[in-house]
């Protein structure tokens, strides 16, 4: 069974500080894609890296697919309160039509 | 214009009882899912049609069945509801089957009583 274990679980961080969220397994997946998701909301696609050691930013974001494929890294600079939410992993694998969500990692960014 | 709706939004029901969920998207999608997230927030995919086929089937109790009268709607039927079915219900749509960008509804709340 493919897991995707999600670290921190909890992260609670001042304004202004940087922080980095790790999506980890001992599967490979052939993509991996980080959702944000809200309060009272469903998830929300941030981003999809395909090949390994693929790097993309998206302004305060950065997101690093590893070599192997095994893992990725969510790093947030100068996180901001809006920036407060639910960071979901998911690992989509060859051969089928599914993504396995990560565990959730919950950031609270305080004014 | 909400690309991807869930109604209810919230659902307050007895244990044994038997409920509906619906789901509609207005993005002309082929692909459309049921995801379970639990209350420590884990998202599980449940089942996912293609063009109105089943093409995911996961590890759920029978008394979960999926109906999709079109490629634009997606419905969830619970039978005999239980305790532990209590969860949000994601309904979600994407261009087609290969793992492609999903949009997410906003989910329907269950609480089995």
């Known amino acids: 069974t493919q897991l995707l274990e999600q670290s921190p679980q909890f992260l609670s961080i001042q304004e202004g500080e940087n922080l980095t969220v790790y999506c980890n397994s001992s599967?490979?997946?052939?993509?991996l894609q980080w959702y944000r998701q809200e309060p009272g909301e469903g998830p929300v696609l941030l981003v999809t890296v395909v090949t390994g050691g693929e790097v993309k930013k998206l302004k305060r974001l950065t997101f690093q697919f590893g070599d192997a494929r095994k893992d990725s890294s969510l790093h947030i600079t100068a996180a901001q309160p809006g920036d407060t939410g639910l960071y979901l992993c998911?690992?989509?694998?060859?051969?089928?039509?599914?993504?396995?969500f990560g565990t959730g990692t919950r950031l609270k960014v305080l004014a | 214009d909400t690309a991807v709706s869930q109604t209810p939004k919230y659902l307050v029901t007895q244990m044994g009882n038997d409920k509906s969920i619906k789901c509609e998207q207005n993005?002309?999608?082929?692909?459309m899912y049921w995801y379970k997230q639990d209350s420590k927030k884990f998202l599980k995919i449940m089942f996912s049609?293609?063009?109105?086929?089943?093409?995911i089937n996961e590890t759920v109790p029978n008394r979960f069945s999926p109906k999709s009268p079109d490629k634009a709607h997606l419905n969830l039927h619970i039978n005999s509801l239980e305790l532990g079915d209590s969860a949000v219900y994601f309904c979600a749509s994407s261009q087609g089957p290969l793992r492609e960008t999903q949009y997410f509804g906003p989910g329907t709340r269950l609480l089995v009583l």
């Open positions: 998911a690992g989509g694998g060859a051969g089928t039509y599914k993504y396995i």
């Open positions: 993005l002309g999608h082929d692909t």
């Open positions: 599967s490979v997946f052939s993509s």
């Open positions: 049609y293609n063009n109105k086929e089943l093409i």
